[in-house]
Each structure stands twice: as structure tokens, then as C-alpha cells.
């Protein structure tokens, strides 16, 4: 059983940058593929970023190509999202999810609880 922790979401203005973080523990988190997804109020879950399980391959939303970076630190069991640029449409539950290296939810099979970003313009 895989268990993850989100953190570093917060209240920032529109052009700043945050950094989230999702600690990993439990199972063989190492061998999994690691993705960031987010849901607005009233949206559906959608995907942002994933990464390889060893960090060779990423791979991003259109809407957030080029403003955020997703990475991993194996040693530290840690997967890191980098957003820069914000823009008040990124505010969202931002959610880390740990399974196979794709944009679809239902190839994830552990989530975290979420980390709240707010943009304000």
C-alpha cells in the first residue's frame, strides 16, 4: 500500500510561482510512474503532468506546457511540481497520484488527499 502526502499549495498572484510537493511511503512507490492531476469547483478532474518511474519521461497538459516542471527525487521518495506563471485559471485541488505513466485518472490506483492552489488576479 502506497501512501501520499501533498504539500506546498497556497494563496499566490497571478504571474508568481509555487512549488508542490507529494511525499511517497509504503509499497514500492520507486516503481511507479507519478502524476499531478487537479480538480476545479464545479470541473472534472483533469490531468497536468506525469512523470517515469525513474524520471526519464515526463509529460504535460497543453494548457500547462512550459509553466510547469515536474520532477522526482528517488531517494527522497518525493515528486515535485514547479508552476510558474500562474494564472488564476490554475486554481484548483491539486491532487498526486502514483500508477502507470498516463493522462488518464483510471490508470492510477493510489491518490493523495490534495493540496488547494489559489491564483488571484
Known amino acids: 500500500q502506497v501512501q501520499l502526502v501533498e504539500s506546498g499549495g497556497g494563496l499566490v498572484q497571478a504571474g508568481g510561482s509555487l512549488r508542490l510537493s507529494c511525499a511517497g511511503s509504503?509499497?514500492?512507490?520507486?516503481?511507479?510512474?507519478m502524476g499531478w492531476f487537479r480538480q476545479a469547483p464545479g470541473k472534472e478532474r483533469e490531468f497536468v503532468a506525469t512523470i517515469a518511474w525513474n524520471g526519464d519521461f515526463t509529460y504535460y497538459a497543453d494548457s500547462v506546457k512550459g509553466r510547469f516542471t515536474i520532477s522526482r527525487d528517488i531517494a527522497k521518495n518525493t515528486v515535485y511540481l514547479q508552476m510558474n506563471s500562474l494564472k488564476p485559471e490554475d486554481t484548483a485541488l491539486y491532487y498526486c497520484a502514483a500508477g502507470s505513466f498516463s493522462t488518464r485518472s483510471a490508470e492510477y490506483a493510489y491518490w493523495g488527499q490534495g493540496t488547494q492552489v489559489t491564483v488571484s488576479s
Open positions: 509504503g509499497g514500492t512507490f520507486s516503481t511507479y510512474a
